[in-house]
């Protein structure tokens, strides 16, 4: 079975992009992607690195009115997330002989076959993936059930009609705040099981394990694969790292925190890709000199800390509370 793959991404995030096709050609043989480079930059490298299997749209190439009149009133980011269902839609579209179609967000990374994730899709028409919050962040689904880190569409009157409604929406409302039950581009999927036939939730732990949900699960190694509870991890969603320099990393904001273990189970491979990622790129394009982030400031790093802390003091205090209120 073909996999068709979308993502997209500007030349800041160009290595995590191409890291992402990287590991899909680690992983599975027969598959395509699709890729909306955001800028000229991002569209002349990857012409450079000839990825065999990537077809490169420019953003000028799906641009219509509604898309511009979006594109006038919110954020660079919210523009991206806007993109998400429109270049999806577009895709499907444009190319009726697809049978489906997956947009990815461009810091994913695979870790072994997606399949078991095409699988558990079976006979449905849709799959989305929960965020899988632990009971101590579950607060953070105000902002979204799921989310849109991988998200299928089938091309048939069911997955269609779902994508469209999406597309539909967030043309006319994508932004990074809570009004009205919506957030982004995400929160839109809260209620997809019930607006919408053939809706399938993935069930496998190792699709869109990460830092927010990476305490909830059993982590190993066995013959030099990465179990989630004892099931292969498929990807994983790498949120809020940073390239500061070549060789200097923020794996994750400070609100999160793991063993130095697993962070050599998950992390070290794909710091290793990027770093591969970088020299190759240097060797086709010396021009090309993106992607580096500021890391967190001191500051930053404090009111993360802080928060995390809080979140810790309230449900420490409602786990004894309630203990006490039990007794009386």
């Keep these: 079975m073909i996999y068709n793959f979308c993502t997209l991404f500007d030349r800041n995030y160009a290595y995590q992009g191409i890291a992402l096709y990287n590991s899909l050609l680690e992983n599975y043989s027969d598959w395509q992607i699709f890729i909306l480079c955001l800028d000229e930059e991002t569209y002349s490298l990857l012409t450079k ?14 641009e219509d009115e509604k898309l511009l009149k979006a594109k006038s009133n919110r954020s660079k980011g919210e523009y991206c997330w806007t993109l998400a269902s429109v270049f999806t839609y577009y895709l499907l579209k444009k190319h009726p002989e697809l049978e489906n179609i997956a947009y990815l967000d461009s810091d ?21 993936i929960k965020h899988n919050y632990p009971k101590q962040l579950q607060y953070l689904e105000k902002n979204g059930i799921y989310n849109v880190a991988m998200v299928i569409f089938k091309n048939n009157p069911e997955g269609l009609s779902c994508l469209k409604w999406w597309q539909d929406e967030v043309l006319k409302w994508c932004y990074n705040k ?10 839109y999927l809260d209620d997809w099981t019930t607006r919408f036939k053939g809706v399938h939730v ?23 694969k990465i179990k989630i509870n004892n099931q292969d991890l498929i990807f994983f969603h790498f949120h809020t790292f940073k390239i500061i ?18 962070e050599g189970w998950i992390y070290s491979p794909y710091i290793k890709e990027i770093k591969d990622i970088i020299k190759k790129t240097k060797e086709v394009d010396a021009a090309f000199n993106y992607g580096y ?23 420490s205090h409602k786990k004894y509370g309630s203990s006490e209120k039990n007794k009386e």
């Design 49 to 62: 690195l000839k990825l065999e299997k990537a077809r490169l749209i420019k953003l000028s190439d799906i």
């Design 245 to 262: 320099s070549e060789n200097k990393f923020q794996l994750h904001s400070s609100f999160y925190s793991f063993n130095k273990k697993i």
């Design 108 to 128: 994913i990374y695979f870790y072994s076959s997606p399949a078991p994730i095409y699988e558990e899709l079976a006979n449905d028409s849709v799959l989305i």
């Design 293 to 315: 982030r500021t890391g967190e400031s001191i500051l930053d790093m404090l009111k993360q800390k802080a928060k995390k802390l809080l979140v810790i003091i309230y449900f």
């Design 178 to 187: 809570c009004e009205d039950g919506k957030f982004g581009d995400q929160a």
């Design 202 to 224: 993935l069930n496998h732990v190792g699709g869109d394990v990460a830092p927010w949900n990476l305490g909830k699960y059993e982590i190993s190694v066995e013959n030099e």
